[in-house]
Structures are given as C-alpha cells and as structure tokens.
C-alpha cells in the first residue's frame, strides 16, 4: 500500500507540474494573441471545434483507455492500436476536409472553408502520437510528457504570436494549433523508447472492443455536446459572441482542467491497480481521500476566479474582452461540480463498467441537448444556466451509480464535500469586499485579493481541521520530499 501511495503522490507531483507548465504557457499566449487578435477571429476558430474533437475521439476509439484497463495487453495488442489509429487518423481528416463546404455555409463564414481544410492535418499528426501517449500514462510517466508539453506549447505560441503580429489574422491560431500538435508528436517519438514493429492482429482490436468501443461512443458523444453549445452561439448570435464565450470557457477551464486533469490522469491507473487487487475497502479509501482532495483544491480556485474575474479579464486581456466576464462568472458555478465527474468517471473505467459509462453518457447528453433546447432562444445568459443544471443532475447519476458499485454512496460524497465548499464560500464573501474599494486600481486588488484569499482559506481550513485539507499538506511535503531528498539530510522538518 505504501509503495503504491508513494507511486501516486510523485505521479500526481509530476502530472501537475506538466500541466502547470503547459497551462501557464497557454494562458501567456493566450494573453498576448487576445490582445493583437479580435474575438472574431478566436469564434472563427471554436465554430469547427466539434470536428477537431470528433475527429480526436475516433482516432483514440478507446482503445487508449483499453490498453491502460488492461494489464496483461502484449506488444502486439500496442502495435495493433497503434496502426489502427493512424488508419482512423487519416480517415477523420478526410472526413473533416470534405466536411469544409458545409461548414463554412452552415455558419455564412467563407474563410472557414480553407481553415476547417488546413486543421485536417491536426487529425492526422494526432493519430502517430496517441499510442506514445496512452504508453506514457499507463506507465504513470508524467515527467517525460511534462517536457513535451511545455516544449511544443513554447515554440508553437512563438510562432502563433509571430503571425498575429505580422497580420495573419485567424491563420496565426491556425498555425500555432498545427505547431503545437506537430511538435509534440515528434517529443514523443523522441523521449519514449517504444516503438512499433510490423504486427497487427485483428484478434488484439477485437479483445479490447468490448471495453475500448463504449469508450468510443461515449467520446463522441461528449465530443458533440460539449461543443453543442458552441455551434448554437455561432449559429444564432456572432464569431464575436462565440469569441467571448469561448474566452470564458477557456478561462474557466483553465484552473479546473489544471487540476481535475492531473488527479484523473493518475487516478484512471491507480485505480484499476486497485481494481486488480481486490481490495474493497482499500479502493474506497482511495476514491474517497482523491475526491475530497481534489474538491478542497478546486473549490477555492473556482471561487476565487468567480470574485476575481471582472479585474482578471480588464487587467490581462483589456476591455474588448469585458463582454466575456459575465459568462465567466456562471461558468465558475458549473466549474464547481466538474472535478467530481473526473473521480466517478474513473471509478467505473476502473472497474470496466465501461457499459454504464456509455448508457450514463447517453442520459447525460439528452440532458444537455434538452437544456439548449429550452434556453437557447433567451440568450448566452440562460444558455450557461443550463449548463449549470445538466452539470449538477451529471453529478447527481453518475454519483449515484459509482455508490451502487463500490459502496461509496452520494450523500457520503457530499458530506465530505461539503466543509470544503463552505470554507471556499466564506473565503470568497470576504474577499469580494476589495472590490467595493474604489481608489484601489485592478491589477491590486487581484494582487490583494489572491493572496488574503489564499490565506482566509488556509486559517479557515487549519481552524476548523479540515481533515482532507490537513492530508493534502502532508502530500505537498511528502512530494516535496521525493522530489528533493536532501530537504531531510539537512534537518529540515517533513
């Protein structure tokens, strides 16, 4: 148990330092290209994000989840799916470059003709690095993936930044797109030692189907509803409309995805190491501690950004942008619930429930499609309300189910939840009160309201023993432990 625990906590220490590093590079580019850019110009780019994504979720077909499920899966099971992705690769980029034509006259936006054609390439580049990467999180080998992403999100935003400031207008979000999928493809290659060899066995993709095929049909479901809302905004309202939405999306899903990402990335193996061992309560405990560590993390930072957001928006990305802040605010609300999907998804791959998964998915984008069928016609506003109330009864099913399959019910979960959220709240009632200070400009009152509002959340947290917050310490120590073992040698206390 002990080697396993400590496995996870430098897993989980490297996996947030690679999406730290890469997050923080996108979000300085991010800054730079909204500044030089127009909303436009971004909504032109989100309007054919459903094929991206569409096209990503049939070159995985689940296979990737399949290969780290299954512990026992040979070289030849590996290089069967590997062969096979690039196969679909080059299938969903023909698909995506025939699709162009419509698109474009779908939206009434001439130039996403070409676009929708040139970012077909994504699909194929993608689909030679899916394997490298389902290899990399099997083997709970974030350190190499970290180099990856921070590497190719570097160059590639040099290169977007470049174009924008020479005038290339949405084809600098173009190119940086293709670059940073380009180049961390060839990181792949370059830093993980596995390599195909001339095998493929039908026999290897059909063992795996049962599992990887419900995968499948749940990512591409996910793949059209969570861009759902995207395709209606650009329909109905403008590029510059969606451009602030999708700005708000982003930032929203910038802290969450930050942190939900790095705990499923490591929970997903783990768990199903657990699973394998058939340990119960062993699998419960471990579910139950990476739920209440990841919601007393997430928690004050949607919080947070929900109070900060008007002088985050102003401050970085300057007042063209202001449309965008109160769609950031509900989006935050809905952020909240967000890290709890990650856990009891894992929890039901872990357990190759991959069929509840899939029939949940189903229930869960009726939910969706029925929330925009009744908002969308009373504007963005009562859109993103939708989207709260899908995400909360999202919650609600797949709680309910993971409680049935490993005893861990709903009202367990919430209760554990729930001093995480109230320590969260009260933080942010007190913080918020530097906003009516008016002498005081933005970029101080962020500055001002980060730092008291970390450090509200921590006395409250240390006041009232908030015991997953006191674990989550000993964690961040411990990590810091493995990561400098000399800490100890110079008798400093851990």
Known sequence: MENIKTKTINAMGW???QKFGYQSVQFLISVILARILTPSEFGILAMIWILISFGQSLIDSGFGAALI????A????????????????????????????????????????????????????????TIQSAMLNKLIDFKTQMKVSVISGIISGIIGITMALTGFGVWSLVAQAISINLFSTSLLWLLNKWRPSLKFSFYSLKKMFSFGSRILLSGLLNSIFVNLHSIVIGKIFSAATLGYYSRAVKLQELPVSLITSTVNSVTFPVFSVLVSKDDKYLFKSAVRKALSLIVTVCFPIMVGLFVVSKPLVLVFFTSKWEPCIPYLKLLCLAGLIEPLQGINRSVLLAKGRSDLYFRLSIIKKACIALAILITFRFGIIYIIYGQIVSAIIEYLLNSYYTGKIMSYTMFEQIRDLLPSLIMATLMGIVISFFSLIHSMNFIVTIGCQISFGILIYMLLCSLFKIPYFLEFLKIVKLKIALIIPGLRDKGIPI
């Not at 499920?69 to 026992?72: A, G, T």
């Open 15 to 17: 996996s947030f330092l």
């Open 69 to 72: 499920q299954n512990k026992n």
């Open 74 to 129: 040979s070289y030849i099971d590996e290089c069967s799916i590997f062969y096979f992705n690039i196969f679909i690769g080059f299938i969903a980029a023909a698909f995506m470059f025939m699709m162009a034509p419509y698109v474009s006259r779908f939206y009434g936006k001439p130039v996403l003709l070409p676009v929708t054609r040139v970012m077909s390439i994504t699909l194929i580049i993608n689909s030679f690095g």
